[in-house]
């Protein structure tokens, strides 16, 4: 490793112990926000901000040059009860760091703050951007999407999340339902009425069985899950409503659209999206990043999480320092030796990489 990769990541791990300290849940990121902000006011960089969303450019940029945007986020959710060290501890032993949004993500923040500012004053093929934003766990309004007019068009994107640095090369979406089945009151010692829970039984069978035809090579079927349902007032009054949630998991073989298309069109019940833009998301075995990763040796996965990913109309790539399964957990933490080799590996990456525009 050379010098200056050490040293970027030394200052990583130093930033990221004054982010965990900083309480960050989503919607309350102006803390870590500050500190990002500062950190790269203190190197030199100018740093734009929009409400907890920070960024900054590359010095070199050029119009005529395809854009590669770096983005992670520094919000967390809230630690639950049996974590046994303080979540804002940022406790280190030896090469481990416990501490909230170690892994998810601060570790993929960090590092990516270090990756720009390797390449910060390189004449590189491509722009750089590197955001570092607010509401991902949220999916929130004020999160990357309210941002990313400000950044124009952008050719590719890389998503930090804790992947074990491998190349996740799909993600699946989130389509949430509420459906409404309605019939008519009745008194249920008599024939009377049109059981409106029937109806969501009917739906619900053919929502638990229903497949969709086409496969996703990475990411497998679309997933349909009923979560919640609700009816009736008494024991002896036939529901003239009835009420349940479907939660989706969409691939990149459907858009959100599409599968609330067929969805109507099969069940009896009023069935009302609350949102449609967390869509699925694939890119080509042939990118050329993916080729590059897949040259260094990383694996490739189509990952069933969400990430901001979601909210971007541009190829993507997920991959950070950290292990999923970590994330949202209690006690959550991230080796020292994941960032130190994380850095290395996204410069190594991007070293000499040739990006399409367009």
Not at 335 to 350: C, F, K, P, V
Request: hydrophobic share 40%.
């Amino acid at each position: 490793m050379s010098e200056l990769i050490k040293q970027l990541s030394d200052e990583s791990i130093a930033l990221l112990i004054e982010l965990i300290k900083t309480p960050s849940f989503s919607r309350e990121e102006a803390g870590t926000a500050d500190i990002l902000e500062q950190f790269l006011t203190r190197h030199g960089i100018p740093a734009q901000r929009r409400n907890n969303n920070v960024w900054a450019v590359s010095r070199t940029w050029d119009d005529t040059k395809p854009t590669l945007l770096l983005n992670s986020h520094h919000d967390t959710v809230k630690p639950g009860v049996a974590w046994t060290y303080p979540p804002f501890g940022a406790t280190v032993e030896g090469d481990k760091l416990t501490g909230l949004g170690s892994n998810d993500a601060g570790a993929s923040a960090v590092s990516l703050l270090a990756v720009f500012r390797y390449f910060h004053d390189w004449p590189t093929a491509f722009n750089l951007i590197c955001a570092i934003t607010a509401e991902e766990e949220i999916s929130g309004a004020n999160g990357v999407k309210s941002i990313l007019p400000e950044l124009g068009e952008i050719d590719l994107g890389i998503v930090g999340e804790p992947t074990g640095m491998n190349a996740a090369i799909a993600e699946k979406g989130l389509l949430v339902l509420d459906g409404v089945a309605r019939g008519r009151t009745g008194h249920a010692a008599r024939d009377e009425g049109d059981n409106a829970l029937y109806k969501a039984l009917d739906d619900i069978n053919w929502l638990r069985t229903y497949q969709f035809p086409n496969l996703s090579e990475m990411l497998g079927p679309v997933k349909m899950t009923v979560t919640q349902i609700s009816a009736g007032t008494q024991h002896n009054v036939v529901p003239d409503e009835c009420r349940y949630v479907v939660d989706v998991r969409p691939t990149e073989c459907y858009t959100n659209e599409k599968i609330l298309a067929i969805i109507r069109a099969n069940v009896q019940a009023e069935i009302k999206p609350r949102s449609t833009h967390l869509q699925s998301s694939g890119l080509s075995l042939e990118h050329p990043v993916v080729r590059k990763a897949v040259a260094m040796g990383k694996t490739t996965y189509g990952s069933p999480t969400l990430s901001d990913q979601a909210l971007m109309r541009f190829p993507t790539l997920k991959m950070g320092p950290g292990d999923s399964a970590r994330s949202h957990a209690p006690d959550e933490y991230i080796l020292l030796s994941e960032i130190r080799s994380g850095i290395a590996d996204y410069i190594e990456l991007l070293t000499d990489f040739e990006l399409r525009a367009g």
